[in-house]
């Protein structure tokens, strides 16, 4: 049987950056007992006008929970005091499903037998033709991690056609070189969202068991790399269910807190998703990880970093993602196909990543964000 590939250490082709982030994050994740705040932990946290390490720890804790209500009143007041009642709205595009990763939880993953597909740069545009005519303004590629099949340049020519109809292009694909990053950010990309999936190395060793993913340290310095190659923003998340929970939650958090205070100019993001059924195995869930859950963490990033912008995605039922917008989520994604060119007209090319939960339309979210009082907003970039 063939041996794996070290998960700890680099390949010959990935940058290795002089960073200390990655080892603060472990230790920090290492050292985090959730079990160990109490109440007058959670309470003086509560009281601290801005949170400290401390105070998010507490307000991951299970001690928190009975005290979620406050919490979540808190995280209203500090979203409506930096961000009013607005909301952005974006979609997801899927370019490709091709991957080279056997990711265990994955439905894009190269072991699962799927219908693959790649968009050529014609099907792009008519993807993206069909997408700006519902008022979206703000796009985010995606593509399975192959780099045989969606190599930088083919990425590139994406964000080169996205340029035309959007004034913001998001990029969630493979993780990347400075120098990749650097020419893709000239290409029209403005920020790039990477999860970790998890920071507990030893489950990501046991979930990734082949391809360049398969790298904890590479994958987690890739918004240091995005920033130094000159993006604006970059984006955070674990995926909520595949190991503790708790942990990878205040692993995202001091991650992007490191990366705020290293490169203060830098816009921030958290994403929140939990674990979703895909093609061939409808049994993977989030187990422990609840709405109660995914509540009290998606309100502790905010209270812990203010300023930054929170997703809420389609794997969420409409219930959930119309009030967590009202409490502390800043983006929501409208429109949703996950699949290989669902946008346009034509028939769907390939299959999805995972199911989704909330199928509205733009024009449907459109219309709930207005009744419920918030000022839905398409883009909040503009290039001069």
């Known amino acids: 049987m063939k041996k794996r590939i070290d998960h700890m250490n680099y390949l010959p082709d990935m940058d290795k950056i002089k960073s200390d982030i990655k080892d603060k994050v472990i230790y920090a994740m290492n050292e985090y007992n959730a079990d160990k705040y109490t109440e007058n932990d959670v309470l003086a946290a509560l009281e601290h006008s801005s949170k400290t390490v401390k105070d998010f720890a507490a307000l991951l804790s299970p001690a928190a929970l009975p005290y979620l209500e406050k919490i979540a009143q808190q995280a209203q007041y500090e979203t409506k005091k930096h961000f009013g009642n607005s909301v952005n709205m974006f979609t997801p595009l899927y370019i490709s499903n091709y991957c080279d990763n056997y990711c265990v939880y994955c439905g894009f993953n190269c072991r699962n037998k799927i219908h693959r597909a790649k968009l050529n740069a014609e099907e792009i545009e008519k993807e993206m033709q069909a997408i700006a005519q519902t008022g979206l303004q703000e796009v985010l590629i995606l593509t399975g991690e192959s780099k045989k099949m969606s190599g930088v340049k083919y990425i590139g020519e994406a964000c080169k056609i996205a340029r035309n109809y959007f004034k913001v292009v998001g990029l969630e694909v493979y993780p990347m070189n400075i120098d990749d990053y650097r020419y893709i950010h000239e290409c029209g990309a403005d920020y790039v969202t990477v999860f970790q999936e998890t920071y507990d190395f030893e489950k990501y060793e046991t979930l990734h068991l082949a391809g360049h993913k398969r790298i904890f340290p590479y994958r987690l310095e890739t918004q240091e790399r995005a920033l130094i190659a000159g993006m604006r923003g970059v984006g955070f998340a674990a995926l909520l269910g595949l190991a503790d929970f708790r942990k990878d939650a205040f692993a995202t958090g ?92 034509g028939e769907k090319k390939g299959d999805e990543q995972f199911e989704i939960s909330d199928g509205r339309t733009v024009e449907q979210i459109y219309s709930t964000l207005c009744q419920n009082g918030l000022q839905p907003v398409m883009s909040d970039y503009i290039y001069v």
Do not use: W
């Open 254 to 345: 001091m991650h992007a807190y490191l990366i705020q205070r290293k490169y203060p100019h830098a816009e921030i993001a958290f994403s929140c998703p939990r674990l979703r059924p895909i093609i061939n195995n409808d049994k993977i869930n989030p187990k422990d990880v609840r709405e109660t859950q995914l509540l009290q963490v998606i309100c502790a990033y905010r209270l812990f970093m203010p300023f930054a912008s929170i997703t809420i995605s389609t794997r969420e039922c409409a219930r959930f993602r119309d009030n967590i917008v009202n409490i502390a989520a800043t983006k929501i994604s409208a429109g949703v196909d996950v699949g290989i060119g669902g946008h346009g007209n």
